[in-house]
């Protein structure tokens, strides 16, 4: 008997939540999360990344509103890159400014406009050169991203700040350089991908190796 009261209260309970998951109550939050965080991006963001995200904002904000960027990030990485900012650039830390509610809503208002979630492989094996990865560098990158990583206004972002090279892993930093991101300068150089830098593997491997050791100078 009591088998049968304990099955029929877990069938009951199964039950419940499976109404409550098809009730929209969880579709209502997310949509005011969506509401929220868009209110905070308006007011913080977008004089720089601009109003759709594609950094058209007025002053100096890199797109963030692209398929390549977003399905290479974390919801935990897009609160860190807003929480730490990135020292050396425009993009002040709102860690103070910003409650832990405002931050995790801006991440909702941003993953919306993820459309389609890109299958980006890196190499098996991500371990380069930096010596060499800084030639390659010199040749391919150093005309947007600046000396040492220093970066360009309007041009190619900061890779030496001390929160990009924290909060950005090699795999991300491998997959950024391989695939680019669509509808901005950065366009792909992995060979085989339609871009203008036909680079290996090895090549974007060495490049990372190189992005990474900018963490020491």
């Not at 969880?26 to 308006?42: D, L």
């Amino acid at each position: 008997m009591k088998k049968i009261l304990i099955g029929t209260y877990i069938l009951i309970t199964i039950g419940i939540v499976f109404c409550i998951a098809n009730s929209g109550i969880f579709s209502s939050e997310n949509s005011k999360a969506i509401a929220a965080g868009e209110k905070v991006y308006a007011k913080n963001c977008l004089a720089c990344h601009g109003e759709t995200g594609k950094g058209e904002g007025a002053k100096d904000g890199t797109a963030i509103n692209n398929q390549h960027f977003l399905s290479s990030v974390s919801d935990q990485d897009l609160y860190n890159y807003v929480k730490y900012g990135r020292e050396g650039t425009s993009m002040p830390s709102y860690e103070t400014r910003l409650s832990d509610k405002d931050l995790k809503n801006l991440v909702t208002f941003m993953r919306e406009w993820q459309t389609e979630e890109l299958d980006l492989k890196a190499s098996a094996s991500i371990l380069g050169d930096p010596e060499r990865g800084k030639e390659q560098y010199k040749l391919y990158c150093l005309s947007c991203h600046g000396e040492n990583g220093a970066g360009k206004i309007k041009m190619g972002t900061v890779l030496s700040s001390p929160q990009y090279l924290k909060y950005t892993n090699d795999k991300q930093i491998w997959i950024g350089t391989a695939y680019g991101r669509e509808e901005t300068r950065m366009g792909p150089s992995l060979k085989g991908q339609e871009g203008a830098r036909q680079l290996t593997e090895q090549d974007i491997s060495d490049i990372t190796a190189y992005i990474r050791s900018l963490e020491k100078k």
